[in-house]
Each structure stands twice: as C-alpha cells, then as structure tokens.
C-alpha cells in the first residue's frame, strides 16, 4: 500500500518544478502521515514446500511391507502478520494463518485459515508496558526458557529446511510462547542505581481437553496405557509469576530475582467415560453391558501439579566497565531452587485396607554460571570464550526451563512404519536428519489394509495414528508434566541429545561446558568445544557413576573474499564426539559413543543465484545400550548405527530468509541389532525382518530416502 500511495503522489507532482530531492521528501512524508493516520502495519511469512521422498531397501525380498514407498508432501503456508492501532498507545496484533495442499488444490474444505497468534498490547506513558493474549518470554535459562538443538557450523542447505519447520510452529529463539497477560515496567532512576524493571505474568500453559487416546495428535505414545503418554490435561494448567531485575553503575551490573508458581487448579478437573481394557483401535472386549468406565480426561498422570520455583541472578558487564578498546566480557551466576508438591492418591493394598492420600514436598535446586569473554581487533581478528558450569540435583524440577523444544519424530515415509512409528528413535525407519529437517503440516497417511466393511476399516487403523490428518514436526513450545518429561526423556535421541536433553537445566547434572572462537577479517571462522557432565546422583543403587562427555571443533572460510572477489564461495566443516559412559559398582562399563560430521559449501555464481551442498554423517557405537537407555520401544539392543545424509541444489536468494531453492538429496541409514535373544514383541524391528535374519546374533538392516524438493521461504 505504501509503494502504491508514493507511486501515486510521484504522478500528481510530476509537473511540479522542485528538484527531485525535495518532492522524494514531501512523498515520503505524505505516504508516512497515510500510514499513522491508518494504524495498520502488515508483515508476515510465506512457506511453500513441494517434496517426493521415496523408500527403498534390498531387504523386503518377499514384499511383506506393501504400504506406499513414495510420499508426497506438497503445501503452502502463509502467515499474515496484522499489526492495528486504534490509538497511539494501544496496538491489536493477529496472525492468520492460511494453508492449503496443492495435492488438494480442488478441494476447497481442505483449506485452512486460523489465528495462529493474538493480542492486544500497550502503553501508558514511557514506563508501564502491557500484553493480553499471546506472548514469548526467555527470562533465564533456570526460569523460563525453550532449550533447543545447536549444530556446530550445520551446512547452509539444512540449516534452511530446520528454520522452516521451527517457523511453522512460531518458534523465535529460546522464547517460550505463552498465552495469558503480561506487565512490565521500566524506569531509569539514575546512573548509578541505574534501570529498575519489573515483571508480572499470569499465563495458562496448558488446558481442560479430551483427546483420543489412539490418534497421532496430541498424544506422545497413541494407543500406549502408561504415565505420561498423552497430551491432554485433566485440569487447566496455569503459570503464574514475576521478575525484578536491577541494572546499576549504568546498566553495567546486573541483579534479578524471579519467583514462579506453576499449578493445576484442581477445580477446573473433568472427567469422561470410556471403554476398560480398550486396545488401540478402540476393540472393546468383555461384558457389553459393562462396556463404559468413569476416567480422568488424563488417567496416565502423576496427578495435579504444584510446583513453586524461585530463581536469582547476578552478574556483571566487565567489559563495560573497564571500557578497554575491544575487550568484551560478562559474568553471570543464577541459583534457583524448587519446591514441588506431589500428591499420591488413596488405594487400597494388598491386605484390603485403605491407604489415604499422601502430599509430599520435593526441594530441589540448581546452580549456573555463565563466563562470557572476548577481545577484537577492528579490521583484523577476534577471539572469544564462552563457559557454562552447571550443578543441578536430581530433585530439581521446572518444566518451564526443562521442557525441550525438540522431541525427535519420524516425518518422511511414515506410512512405511505403521503400527511402530510412534516410538520415534526406536522406530524402525528412524533417523536423526529425517526428525531434524523435516516437517509436513497436515499429513492424511492411508489405511494399513483396503477394504470396506467394518473389520476392514478396523484392521486398516494403525497402532500409531488414526486414518486422519495430523502435524508432523518434530519441534514445539509444549510445556510438558513431570510425566511426559520422563517419558520424553526416554526416548531421546543420543546423536544430539544425551548430555543435556533438557538443555541448561536438565536435573541431575553437574560439569561444564566451554566453547571457543576466532575469526580473522570475517573471512576464517573457527570453533572449539568441550562439554564435561556427570550425574550429581545415580538413578540406580547398581551404578556407580554416570558421565556424559563431548568435544569437537569446526572452521568456515570464504575463499571469494580471501582472493578479493565479490562473489561469495563459502565451505565449512565441523566434526563433534560425545560419550555416555555408565560404570557399574560390579562389572564392566557400559558406552555409547556417537560421531557427528557436517561438512557444508556455497557459491554465489550470479548476483543472487548459487548453489548450496551438504553432507552430514552420524556414527553410534552402543555398546552395552540396555544399561544406558532403557528407551521405550527398544525391545531389540543396538550395536551400531551409520547415517548419512547429502543433498545439493540451486537457490535464488533475495535475503536473509527469503529464498527459493530445488534441491535433491539422500539419506542412507544402517543399523546393526543385537538379535542373540529376540522376544514375540520385537517393535523396533522392521516387519519384514525373518527370524533367519538374526539366526547368528546379529541383524543389519538398510535403508534409503531419495528426497527431491523445491522450497520457497519470505519473510517480511
């Protein structure tokens, strides 16, 4: 609109005798008082993928698998950003979301519009800020934060597939999403007592709502009867806090102490019936006059939450302070401890008599310092450090700092697993770049068998999902219960995930992190890490210890801008090694041992047309896994496991995140089992696999996705 009105007033003035500086000037001006006078701001994204991955592996000889082996995923997204101001201190802020499948590109019910984001927000005067509806917040990695997954130097081509799919679930950062109201307040007092800011929030993080148990959406195990397996939540879950922080001898220290209660009110809880001893395609065996039971929404829950978290920090801007040319350097130290209050429910023992119900208060804390330091010379090199030192027990426990951001799931060629895709890690068609890159919005997987009478359309169900459309992405801003923390926690996925799953403030840990960097002229980069952890307690009375080791390094140089040209020609390359080591109080250690390569190049052969590749590798030896990751749906120990992934393609990039690119690529995967003792249930097995396959105690298993894929990404 803005071009449109300039264009416009550029032909009303076109015979206009003032120089062409002064008529830029008075349109510009005229076009700036239409847009205050209007109050509307319009940005937003653009997301289109069109994708064909299609399976294949030389081991389904008898074609026992006969589900599809090629899928498509074809879908646009676009998110419109609507910024309204009624008045000059209150602003409306919406985010339609509109989406549709090209595959479905007749069917206009299979379209979609909804708002992905809604508030109001304002102020009054230059001090008092507030929100209503939907906000982010990242106080501090110990009170409210949204851990995620770093890759050291990850090639450019993968980087773009993991931004897009974090996008489609609105995610910004380590910034949490919330929903509810949020006030803050800003005064500078003086120089030296500096800037004070407070902090009150009231958020619901969670809500009443009956889901079905068997289907893929909202569920972490559909179909499965244990703690933690659904989403869904038997009372409304509410947070409930605030933050001071002080910044004195102008802003250069730091001080901030933030108090949060996160509950369940327990007068909001519901209940439905169902059917008892129910399998996962809804079967009901039994006594058909018995046929319905009253249940929690939510059976498969420890019970309500009630926890109270208090955090404190302080630190200082070194730097700032010594006001040395070049010199950068901060320190901050945060404690935080919590108090959770859990609540075991009245039964009845083995003897017949009642036992009532008991509440019991679990204290816990955690301890993090961050050293930050760095010197730099204009126009020549820089080098920085960066230290964590972590000391958090195994009763510390805040599920809005300790709830990941990534919960590995499988994405292309799902149909490919069926009734075993819902163990993610475990499942047999599992890898770590497929969970990482991937993502399709609105996914309809066919039925397991064709037919159509009623026990056709009951064998056609999958143990996984129901027949109907579901998300699938492997990212999120979920805040999870203690239960679906535990069990999430299962089933991570050791390549990326062993030492901190739960990112800085995973319970149980106590060790450091160090990271260092260097860069010369903006043309060579390189970094080096090392993460050192181990359990502050073992949570077996057999372990001695558990540790948790990583270290790796990495560079990317431009070779255009070494030779003076314009034209970027950008490689890069890091390699990282972790180790988790468990060491019993008899016996041998056991080690699981991952290798991680990434190796990425670019170049820019026209002003906006290049060519991206990369390649990744991940190498897992497991050693004795079953004293390492008692994952669910591991009914089959690992030995080993060798992915690979490749892809290159042509781009057409206008800026930062806006591209069009086309790209091919190949993920490979081989994992070696351990079949000396194979039970009747073998989940993480392929259902192609043959008891003459693993006769001599081993099972290799092969597969490939040949991806093809044209991309478009816009921000604005």
Do not use: C
Not at 202 to 216: E, I, K, M
């Amino acid at each position: 609109m803005k071009n449109i009105l300039i264009a416009l007033l550029t032909a009303s003035v076109a015979a206009s005798a003032s120089a062409v500086a002064d008529n830029q000037k008075a349109l510009q001006a005229k076009a700036d008082s239409a847009n205050a006078k209007r109050g509307v701001e319009i940005g937003g994204s653009i997301r289109a993928v069109a994708q064909r991955s299609s399976f294949s592996t030389d081991q389904d000889v008898h074609s026992v698998n006969k589900m599809p082996n090629v899928e498509h995923n074809e879908y646009v997204s676009a998110d419109l950003s609507f910024g309204f101001r009624p008045y000059e201190n209150v602003r409306a802020n919406v985010i339609m979301r509109l989406g549709g499948g090209m595959q479905e590109y007749f069917a206009a019910a299979a379209k979609t519009l909804e708002a992905k984001w809604l508030n109001v927000e304002g102020n009054i005067g230059k001090n008092f800020y507030w929100t209503v509806g939907d906000f982010r917040s990242a106080i501090s990695p110990l009170s409210i934060y949204n851990p995620g997954i770093d890759i050291l130097y990850e090639p450019t081509i993968f980087a773009r597939k993991r931004h897009m799919a974090q996008k489609e679930q609105l995610l910004e950062g380590n910034k949490r999403n919330l929903q509810g109201i949020n006030l803050q307040f800003r005064q500078e007092i003086d120089p030296m007592i500096g800037e004070l800011r407070a902090e009150a929030f009231l958020a619901r993080v969670n809500r009443v709502s009956v889901l079905d148990f068997t289907g893929a959406e909202g569920n972490i195990l559909p179909g499965d009867e244990i703690a933690g397996t659904s989403l869904a939540s038997a009372t409304d879950k509410w947070l409930v806090g605030g933050n001071i922080e002080l910044l004195p001898v102008q802003k250069n220290v730091y001080v901030g102490v933030t108090p949060m209660l996160i509950f369940d009110n327990e007068n909001s809880k519901s209940y439905t019936y169902r059917h008892p001893n129910r399998d996962p395609q809804g079967f009901v065996p039994g006594d058909a006059e018995n046929a319905y039971e009253r249940q929690e929404i939510n059976p498969y829950e420890y019970g309500p939450q009630n926890t109270f978290v208090l955090s404190a920090r302080a630190g200082a801007d070194v730097g700032g302070l010594v006001k040395q040319k070049g010199l950068s350097a901060d320190v901050v130290a945060e404690y935080a401890m919590s108090v959770n209050k859990v609540k075991t429910a009245a039964y009845v023992n083995d003897l017949g008599l009642p036992v009532p119900e008991t509440e019991e208060s679990i204290n816990g804390s955690a301890l993090l310092a961050t050293v930050n330091a760095g010197y730099e010379i204009e126009n020549s090199w820089s080098a920085g450090l960066s230290l964590d030192v972590v000391m958090n027990d195994e009763k510390w426990f805040n599920n809005l700092a300790q709830s990941p951001s990534f919960f590995a799931q499988r994405v292309l060629n799902s149909d490919k697993d069926g009734n075993t895709v819902k163990y993610g890690v475990n499942s047999p068609l599992y890898s770590t770049f497929d969970a990482l890159y991937n993502y399709s919005p609105k996914f309809t997987p066919v039925a397991r068998t064709l037919g159509t009478d009623d026990n056709a359309f009951m064998d056609g169900q999958s143990k996984s999902y129901n027949i109907a459309p579901y998300n699938k992405n492997s990212w999120g801003s979920n805040v999870y219960s203690a239960a679906q923390l535990a069990l999430i926690n299962q089933m991570i996925d050791p390549a990326i995930q062993a030492t901190l799953p739960n990112g800085l403030a995973t319970a149980n840990r106590k060790g450091f992190r160090v990271s260092l960097k260097g860069d010369w002229q903006n043309k060579i980069e390189a970094q080096a890490l090392v993460n050192i952890f181990n359990q502050v307690t073992p949570e077996s009375e057999a372990i001695d210890n558990v540790s948790y080791k990583e270290f790796g390094g990495g560079a990317k140089f431009d070779v255009a801008k070494m030779a003076g040209f314009s034209k970027a020609l950008e490689f890069s390359g890091s390699f990282k090694r972790s180790e988790n080591t468990v060491t019993p109080k008899v016996g041998t250690e056991a080690k699981v041992t991952s290798n991680f390569l990434n190796v990425g190049a670019s170049f820019q052969f026209l002003p906006r047309l290049g060519i991206t590749g990369g390649f990744q590798m991940i190498e897992t030896d497991y050693g004795n896994s079953s004293l390492i990751n008692p994952n669910v749906g591991l009914d089959v120990p690992f030995m080993t496991s060798n992915q690979t992934q490749w892809m290159v393609g042509f781009d057409y990039v206008v800026a930062d995140n806006a591209w069009l690119a086309i790209n091919f690529g190949m993920i490979n995967v081989k994992n070696d089992y351990n079949t000396t003792v194979v039970g009747e249930e073998a989940r993480n097995l392929p259902d192609y696999y043959s008891a003459t396959d693993g006769a001599f105690g081993t099972y290799e298993h092969k597969f490939s996705q040949a991806i093809f894929e044209a991309s478009i990404n816009v921000e604005f």
